[in-house]
């Protein structure tokens, strides 16, 4: 994207309005959104990447995503990556993992710089090589339309498995060369075959060659992608090429291309074409248009080795040796300095009655943006300061301009400064408005509230406004003038102002905005204290406690759906109106709130606070907050909930301290019964907002929730049958319902079955038999006994 960079941050000084233009793009069309605007990730090494490379791609049908590197093939759930290797795999032969694909029967193919290795239900297998005194380096790999693996290597031609067999394809068979680096399946069933020496197409048993007479920039092929449209991309040393309906076109870097040398091409779901370069980083092709995004625009390195578009609609983007990129559709449009915006840091946001957005900066003075340029008004153009805390249009189409050191109003081209000769101090400007009258009214931060009356400036101070420090001005729609400050609102209407302080319910802190709804209720934001409804003249207070996404309130937006949106320290939020009414009327005990930070794409979660209008709504609907980081731009109806609850995969089952593979079911020998689960939800936009609830069945009845935590443990199991079961929702609260599952049976020991307690009782009813006629032998002998002695007794008489 250097073109566009340089051409972003040209200075272009032209006599517009006495402004200084700086260039800028507006938002693009979704599918030509640039990578600027997307939320990106990088992991490397010290993540748990065994190696900074990502040289092949692939999300499988369960949902993990598999990265071959330099030194071993990792699987990734979002949260952790697992490694396989040739020291504790050894059906993997090398490490350097060189191609991923999967088959439609859920085999996983990997290619290495050694042969050919599968994995099917945990199982890895090894296919030896075609000659024995060298191994297979393999480059390619594809499944074509009859299940047929062709296996591409850079030292043997090709072999395709067939049916649990392998047949060899070389030069003696009619290949070009037999270093082939890319195999590609067009919709008729031909094979594109990428070479050193061209391309070969394989076309109902007949070979068809294209070289460089033929409309090839260069016969050294590294990638061939077949698109939607029919189109075959075929990726050279010196160019892209499209193929489509027998003609070939090349682009280049004259083009726009940010390469020449081409790496890897991937079409994604919108039909956009990503190609990754070897120098140039990576370029989108929309519409006949490269947009290219380098390492100077933020991509970790500029060797682009493989590009994925997964089911969430992440890009990936893998590098030879910089990590592993990932960018996440972002929920906000942002603009920085990067785009043209003079000044990141943001303190005030309008809009005018011609649609053009003006912009206070906390430095860099105001600009005016009117969708394709920004226009700097600056103390060279008459403000008295650089720095903005406000701004506000009134009724004529002035832009009153409040600075650091005094007012401002921007009229017909020309800025004009109001100084005390106008009757108003040269102080900081927090706050302006206009009421019924007419009548403009600004707040500042030492000398009180004034009001412009017959061209002049009138001092309220005499008027029961004492000089506090003003911090918000809004006019309602019966006229009435509320002023927010350090001390509390004082609310002016027919001459009389009256204040609400802590005592009446407000809280101690300063209030930093004030807003009317739709249904002409206030709503009152402060700094540490919540958020302020004002209805009726009855005070309610909403905090964290009740469920406030944060007690620091910097601006409020109601947008057009109902929905309340506060800016603050540590984000943007939302909560419906009706909700927060609901609260303050005693229905509901607690709210909830939609909550935005970086995570979601806002360039910067820290909003500005420190000015009137942080924000505002502009005629299409969409909201802009300052922040410290540039303006961030959300259209509340683009908010879709997320529909689609992540896969739920069980990773690891862990019996007595022996892994196991979850695939089959398990039969366990007898132990202590103890059993762990090690389980994940597949999501990869935000995986750590992904939540767990587990059971087990045949132990307990209920559900268990288990928040973000990926494993679940139990002890003392008895033996028996029992079926774990584990479910997930992503962040939208959207549950995958059917989950996954274990079945399993712990055996018991030898003294805990049926035949032992057989036994058992056989041995005890035999004893308890035996001691019976042991006593009634012993009762017997001695009734014996007895009546021998009785005899010899009788005898004696």
Request: glycine share 12%; proline share 3%.
């Amino acid at each position: 994207m250097t073109c566009r960079k340089s051409i972003r941050q040209l200075l272009m000084i032209a006599l517009l309005g006495n402004g200084v233009v700086y260039s800028s793009s507006p938002p693009p069309n979704e599918h030509a959104k640039p990578l600027t605007q997307y939320i990106q990730k990088v992991w490397t090494n010290k993540d748990g990447l065994p190696q900074n490379s990502g040289r092949t791609l692939l999300q499988s049908s369960d949902g993990f995503l598999w990265i071959g590197t330099q030194d071993g093939l990792v699987r990734f759930d979002g949260a952790s990556f697992q490694v396989f290797d040739k020291q504790n795999t050894p059906a993997l032969k090398h490490n350097d993992i060189t191609k991923l694909i999967e088959s439609r029967d859920g085999t996983l193919w990997i290619g290495s710089y050694n042969g050919l290795t599968s994995l099917n239900k945990g199982v890895f297998t090894y296919y030896p090589s075609s000659a024995n005194d060298e191994p297979d380096v393999v480059r390619a790999l594809l499944e074509d339309h009859e299940g047929c693996v062709w296996v591409g290597t850079m030292n043997a031609g090709i072999r395709k498995y067939t049916h649990g067999n392998f047949s060899i394809i070389s030069k003696s068979q009619g290949l070009t060369s037999d270093a082939i680096y890319a195999l590609a399946e067009d919709q008729r069933g031909d094979i594109w075959i990428g070479t050193d020496a061209g391309v070969n197409v394989y076309r109902q048993g007949q070979w068809v060659y294209y070289h460089e007479r033929d409309g090839l920039p260069h016969e050294a092929i590294r990638c061939i992608c077949v698109t939607s449209d029919s189109s075959v991309w075929i990726g050279t040393y010196n160019g892209l090429v499209q193929y489509k309906r027998g003609v070939f076109h090349t682009y280049t870097t004259s083009d726009g291309l940010s390469d020449n040398t081409i790496r890897t091409i991937y079409e994604d779901h919108t039909g956009e074409i990503w190609i990754g370069t070897e120098r140039g980083g990576v370029s989108q092709f929309n519409h006949g248009a490269f947009i290219p995004f380098r390492s100077s625009e933020g991509l970790s390195g500029d060797f682009v080795s493989a590009i994925l578009e997964d089911r969430e609609e992440n890009i990936w983007i893998g590098t030879y040796n910089a990590g592993l990129n990932q960018f996440s559709k972002s929920t906000f449009f942002n603009y920085t300095s990067r785009d043209g915006l003079p000044n990141d840091f943001v303190a005030s946001v309008i809009q005018s009655r011609n649609g053009d957005v003006w912009i206070g900066s906390g430095g860099s003075g105001v600009y005016r943006f009117n969708g394709k340029k920004f226009i700097a008004y600056t103390r060279s153009n008459g403000l008295p300061s650089n720095s903005i805390r406000s701004l506000f249009e009134d009724s004529q189409g002035t832009i009153w301009i409040g600075t650091v050191g005094g007012l401002a109003q921007y009229k017909r081209g020309t800025i004009r400064a109001f100084t005390e000769k106008d009757g108003i101090s040269q102080s900081y400007i927090r706050a302006i408005g206009e009421d019924l009258e007419k009548k403009i009214w600004v707040g500042s931060t030492s000398s009180g509230v004034f009001r412009l009356t017959s061209g002049r400036f009138v001092s309220y101070k005499e008027k029961g406004i004492p000089a506090a420090v003003i911090r918000s001005l809004l006019v309602d729609h019966e006229g009435a003038v509320w002023i927010g400050s350090n001390d509390g609102v004082r609310r002016w209407k027919d001459n009389r102002v009256t204040l609400s302080t802590q005592k009446d319910g407000l809280p101690s802190d300063p209030i930093y905005v004030i807003m009317e709804d739709s249904s002409h209720t206030l709503w009152m934001g402060s700094y540490g204290g919540g958020l302020v409804r004002w209805k009726n003249g009855k005070i309610t207070r909403i905090t964290q406690a009740q469920g406030l996404y944060n007690d620091v309130v910097f601006h409020l937006l109601e947008d057009n759906n109902g929905l309340i949106w506060m800016s603050s320290l540590r984000g943007i939020s939302s909560v419906s109106r009706q909700m927060l009414n609901d609260f303050a009327d005693g229905k509901i005990d607690r709210i909830q709130c939609n909550s935005y930070t970086s995570s979601d794409g806002m360039v910067n979660s820290e909003c500005t606070g420190n000015a009137q209008s942080g924000g505002c709504k502009t005629s299409d609907g969409r909201l802009w907050f300052g922040t410290t980081g540039g303006i961030v731009v959300i259209d509340p109806n683009q908010l879709h909930k997320k529909s689609d609850p992540p896969p739920v995969v069980i990773e690891r089952v862990v019996v007595d301290r022996s892994d196991y593979t979850p695939y089959d079911y398990g039969y366990f020998a007898p132990g202590r019964g103890q059993v762990e689960f090690h389980y994940g939800g597949l999501s990869y936009i935000t995986p750590q907002k992904v939540n767990f609830r587990y059971k087990l069945e045949g132990f307990e009845k209920e559900w268990r929730f288990a928040g973000t935590r990926h494993g679940a443990f139990y002890t003392n199991l008895a033996p028996g049958k029992y079926v774990f079961r584990v479910t997930a929702c992503n962040s939208d609260n959207v549950w995958n319902e059917t989950g996954a599952s274990y079945a399993f049976e712990l055996e018991p020991h030898y003294y805990e079955t049926w035949w032992f307690y057989g036994l058992l009782s056989l041995v005890v009813v035999g004893a308890g038999f035996g001691l019976y006629r042991l006593r009634v032998w012993q009762l017997l002998e001695r009734e014996k006994e007895l009546t021998v002695r009785v005899n010899e007794a009788t005898a004696n008489i």
